[in-house]
């Protein structure tokens, strides 16, 4: 059993659990994921760290309430106890040797990003932030991303905090204005992802994406995470998550992830057994 140390409510759908999991802290690295399961009954989700202390021997999850498992998982306080909870899982980032990066995040593709940009800034890289929300309320780790970087530039689709626009713009305004960026990093929503690329293919800059594919169970058996890059299926789990954004047909990508939408909002209903006229 993983017992929970700490619980902070980011934003009113996103969560930040601490969980004692001293082994997987001894190892994790930026990039890497864990797979937990709340109970017996529970399905298996797969989880980016967000963050990691060797010394407290914890892992930290930022998570959306998006789904059954998520919002239950929400609701769980400290001291609770998850049943399952395993990794690190997954190709961690390969970091060494960039001067000048730019990390970008869009909404809760911020707090995968943000480990990305702590460790190149303790590297000793140039770090640029561009992290993207719809509004104000939405804003997440802004305190942690400013120590985490050289430059923090935060933007809103509808303009209630700092500046509007959205993380393209910021990155083409920068890129034109001399920033010489060796790399990019871009986490968020797979329409975002594309466009970053898109961008960057203009001025030949490489450019590194997270896959955070279906999966189920994040070991490469099941083949849920599959996605082409290159032409070649790789899959999510073990390949990646991160990938040559040049690479990645996204448009494929895309559809896949709405494949199981309707059995997604089936589990959320409440099922009410005949037999013993309890919740199932």
Known sequence: MYKI????????TV????????????????????MLRIDEAGERVP?????????????????????????????????????DFVGPLGTASHLEGYKKVA????????????????????????????AG??????????????????????????????????????????ILEGRDYD?????????MMKMICNVTKEYNIHTIVSMNSIMVDGTGMCGGCRLTVGGETKFACIDGPDFDGHLVNFDEAMRRSQIYKAEEKQSEAVHICRLTGKEA
């Open 15 to 34: 969560t930040r659990l601490d969980v004692a999991a001293p082994l997987i802290a001894r190892k994790a690295k930026p990039g890497q994921f864990i």
């Open 5 to 12: 140390v700490h619980k902070q409510i980011l934003n009113p």
């Open 133 to 174: 929300f719809r509004n104000k309320d939405l804003v997440i780790l802004e305190d942690d991303m400013k120590v985490a970087c050289t430059n923090l530039f935060i933007t809103t689709d509808d303009g209630s905090y700092v500046r509007q626009g959205f993380v393209t713009d910021v990155l083409r305004e920068k």
């Open 47 to 83: 989880l980016t760290i967000a963050d990691y202390d060797r010394e407290q021997g914890t892992i930290a999850i930022i998570f959306q309430l998006v789904g059954k498992t998520t919002k239950a998982l929400a609701e769980m306080d400290e001291g609770d106890e998850l049943l």
């Open 103 to 130: 990390v970008i995040g869009g909404g809760l593709g911020t707090a995968i990003a943000y480990p990305q940009a702590k460790a190149l800034h303790q590297l000793g890289a140039e770090v640029d932030i561009i």
């Open 183 to 191: 790399l990019v990093i871009a986490i968020g929503p797979l329409i």
